[in-house]
């Protein structure tokens, strides 16, 4: 296994930091001067790490700690961070109806990970990125919000504190250094992730937090204007840190966005203007919407996730000039269909995808058991099916330096028999 553990990196014993080796950071002891041609790039307080001198280097530079307050009438930034230009490094793209990394155009594969950058020890980000690149994942989706009504307990991570209509960014060493850290070990480890802004799910505080802080309600949050000016508010932060990363594989509006009974002109609305105020902060990155695909005619079998009662409608979605490619999630035992429906929700999406000449990633799905019994039909179909041009399961697993992962169910364990079938051998078809 190869071991690129930031940590690992260093050689603590020369007189020089090897290229992509630590050079500097609150407690580290071992050289701060890097081997010729490179040079040691500040990232944040703990870490610091050798570059190429020559293309400015590919790792991100953070250097703000305090936070950005933002409220209905006004913003007000406390906070400024730069981030590294990666000086001709490429940023993941479409190649018509297929995917580009670094160069290669191909079907790709990987996972999710909502806890990733929650976690506090920086070994165990290494870890998973250290097993997923070994592993063959190149794409990983990561909660890109972590919202809060009220502080919590001392050394708890969240990323935004919404309250009494004001809306302040967390970016101290348990806010949004969290994120940086993650981003930072990405490129590093050649993963390349996706970065969503709020949750449709009150997990992690979602649209529920800022229905708390500014009113209105679930429906509402779309046309609220307060929280739409805060939701835009937190985006421009995020994005300013990380939008000359190559790490960024996209970003998302949302986490399964739905707007239940409402007309599908309402989630158009705010996915058309929000994704061009994205792509006004950095349109080098592919953006998409995140939701699970609802509301489509093609290959409709007149099932729930076909029908338009969640507010969406795909293809017209998938028109608006900002969104790069399509998203769908597969959720059968949620959903009130069969295992095998599933597969042709894949080709239905697939041939919807093709027909607007844009990309379609299978970006969710799971069960909670038989993973490789049910899902690996699944990933045969995405893959032989024209318009679907990677899939990320739900969830990745490991064991951490506390033990294992989060469990919500649906995860399943690198190193396991699980993994085995789904990804080791899910990888080498795509290859082959």
């Known amino acids: 296994m190869k071991n690129l553990s930031f940590l690992g990196l260093a050689s603590l014993a020369s007189a020089q930091a090897a290229g992509y080796s630590q050079c500097g950071g609150s407690g580290y002891s071992g050289s701060t001067t890097c081997a010729s041609g490179w040079t040691c790039q ?4 703990w870490y610091s790490q050798c570059v190429k001198a020559a293309d400015g280097g590919t790792t991100l530079t953070t250097k703000a700690s305090t936070s950005t307050t933002t409220t209905a009438a006004a913003t007000t930034t406390k906070a400024t961070t730069t981030a590294a230009n990666p000086g001709g490094t490429s940023f993941p793209t479409t190649n018509g ?7 290669k155009t191909s079907y790709f594969a990987g996972s999710n990970s909502y806890w990733i950058g ?37 050394g708890t991570v969240y990323y ?51 229905v708390s802080a500014f009113g209105g309600s679930q429906t509402t949050w779309y046309t609220n204007t307060a929280a739409q000016k805060a939701y835009q508010a937190y985006i421009k932060e995020v994005v300013s840190r990380y939008k000359d990363s190559p790490a960024v594989f996209a970003w998302e509006l949302a986490n399964e966005p739905r707007c239940n009974g409402c007309d599908t002109s309402v989630l158009y609305n705010w996915i058309k203007t929000t994704s061009a105020y994205i792509k006004s902060l950095d349109s080098k990155h592919m953006l998409a919407i995140g939701d699970e695909g609802f509301g489509l005619d093609t290959g409709s079998d007149g099932s729930y996730p076909y029908s338009y009662g969640e507010g969406l409608d795909f293809a017209k979605n998938l028109e608006i000039e900002d969104i790069d490619f399509g998203t769908f999630h597969l959720y059968p035992s949620s959903w009130g269909t069969s295992n095998d429906w599933g597969n042709g929700w894949a080709k239905s999406h697939g041939a919807a995808c093709a027909a607007a000449g844009k990309p379609c990633l299978f970006e969710e799905y799971g069960v909670t058991s038989n993973h490789c019994a049910i899902e690996k039909p699944w990933q045969k179909t995405a893959l032989d099916t024209v318009g679907v041009a990677g899939d990320l399961y739900w969830q990745y697993g490991d064991t951490l330096s506390y033990g294992l992962s989060p469990d919500d169910g649906n995860t399943f364990y690198y190193g396991t028999s699980e993994f085995t079938c789904l990804v080791t051998d899910h990888v080498a078809d795509i290859n082959s």
């Open 118 to 154: 929650f976690l506090t020890n920086n070994d165990d980000v290494d870890t998973v990125f250290d097993h997923m690149d070994e592993a063959g994942l190149r794409i990983l989706r990561v909660w890109g919000f972590n919202d809060v009504n009220t502080v919590p307990s001392a």
């Open 97 to 103: 109806i297929q995917f580009e990394i670094d160069g």
């Open 42 to 45: 500040y990232q944040n307080e």
């Open 160 to 210: 935004q504190l919404l309250k009494d209509g004001t809306a302040t960014i967390n970016t101290g060493a348990d806010g949004l250094q969290r994120l940086d850290y993650v981003v930072a070990s990405a490129e590093a480890h050649n993963v390349k992730l996706i970065i969503n802004f709020v949750n449709n799910w009150s997990d992690y505080g979602g649209m529920a937090a800022y």
